[in-house]
């Protein structure tokens, strides 16, 4: 009785997990959640004690870390740079001669870039950095799902998350944003039909209005008065502290049915509906069903979401049909293919590999 409750408390025991982008927002709120699960929690991205962010912001994966350990878990910090593949590879490598398994990797890198924050219209935006941006945000996702992959493939198993923004097709922001939100979901979608093959499951995640460090920071409350944000904006009385999204992902992770829900776009709100999980403070915020008020918002910018909203319907109607039609003309049972493309395919997906030395995550001595 006391192992089933222990295991119930720790569903993800013996687990092994990476979130890149763990240095803050989301990901620093996924990385706490998945060591309050019972994973072992790896923290990657580029800011260090001593080497703080480019963004000029003070938190680091260091502290991330340090929040897992201090709440009883198990985390290790590693500087990456997720835009250079090399560092990424590395990091991969050293995983597996640590642990012999990756079982879950989260990607929030660059959610909170400054590139992608100014809202405007797109004829109007700056791109003098646009292509950095896609590189810090956008790029950084391929290369480390890339690698995820390779390392899930051998094993016939495992959990990819994209974190995005918005649960629909959308995203505000200016055009490099949009390109790297809606991107992330598309990618999701192809990706899925990839792995699923190999046992390998990759899905999108959105928090609410997620109540980040930089979010308090605007609204000049901290995370115990931050009701006071409020009085500025109703909307932010039903925002969410990053654990939320982070126990989100960690129910996600401990579903033994994962499969079955690879390639779709989740966001957290759902998922509590679903897994009855709560916040930090026990409520159970639900962006979903919030009735948005959209009183500080200019008739401009109500008439372009209204405009976006209807066009996007119709967009998706259209797929929809052309899904369907295309889908009557598939043959059920697919030939067996022999070409030199295909075999090329084939040779490429790794096997795996026995190693009966292989450490398990439970004789993990780092922490």
């Known amino acids: 009785m006391a192992k089933r409750t222990q295991q119930a408390r720790k569903p993800l025991a013996g687990r ?10 989301a990901g620093r709120g996924i990385a706490r959640a998945l060591g309050e699960a019972g994973a072992i929690v790896y923290c990657s991205g580029r800011s260090v004690k001593d080497n703080p962010s480019q963004y000029k912001r003070p938190e680091t994966i260091d502290e991330t870390a340090e929040m ?15 835009s250079i593949e090399s560092e990424v590879e590395a990091l991969f490598a050293q995983i597996h001669r640590e642990q012999g398994q990756i079982d879950i990797v989260v990607d929030s890198v660059g959610g909170e870039d400054p590139m992608m924050g100014a809202y405007g219209w797109f004829w109007t935006a700056d791109l003098t950095n646009a292509a ?6 956008l790029l950084s ?14 094993a016939k198993s495992g959990l990819i998350v994209e974190v995005t923004e918005n649960n629909l097709m959308g995203a505000g922001g200016n055009p490099v944003g949009q390109i790297v939100k809606l991107g992330l979901k598309g990618l999701v979608l192809t990706w899925a039909a990839e792995l699923r093959p190999h046992g390998v499951a990759i899905v999108a995640i959105t928090p609410g209005f997620l109540r980040s460090e930089s979010m308090l920071e605007h609204f000049g409350v901290t995370e115990k008065n931050w009701r006071d944000g409020g009085k500025e904006d109703k909307n932010f009385l039903e925002s969410e502290s990053p654990l939320y999204v982070g126990r989100a992902v960690a129910a996600l992770a401990a579903e033994p049915k994962i499969l079955k829900r690879t390639g779709q776009l989740y966001s ?29 918002h200019w008739s401009e910018l109500l008439e372009y979401i209204r405009t976006g909203n209807e066009l996007q319907l119709q967009w998706l109607e259209t797929v929809t049909k052309r899904s369907k039609s295309f889908a009557k003309q598939l043959p059920k049972q697919p030939a067996p293919t022999t070409s030199a493309k295909a075999k090329a395919v084939r040779r490429s997906v790794p096997r795996r590999r026995k190693n009966r030395n292989r450490p398990t995550a439970a004789r993990s001595k780092r922490s």
């Not at 897994?275 to 959209?294: E, Q, V």
């Open 16 to 25: 092994v997990a990476l979130v890149a982008g763990a240095t803050r927002g």
């Open 68 to 82: 897992i350990v201090a709440a009883g878990g198990k985390a290790i910090p590693i500087r990456v740079d997720h």
């Open 132 to 137: 950095k941006a896609l590189e810090n945000s």
């Open 141 to 154: 996702h391929v290369i480390t799902a890339k690698h995820a992959a390779l390392a899930m493939l051998r």
């Open 268 to 296: 957290s709100w759902e998922l509590a509906r679903e897994y009855k999980f709560t916040d930090a403070d026990g409520r159970r915020p639900d962006w979903g069903k919030l009735k948005i008020d959209f009183g500080k």
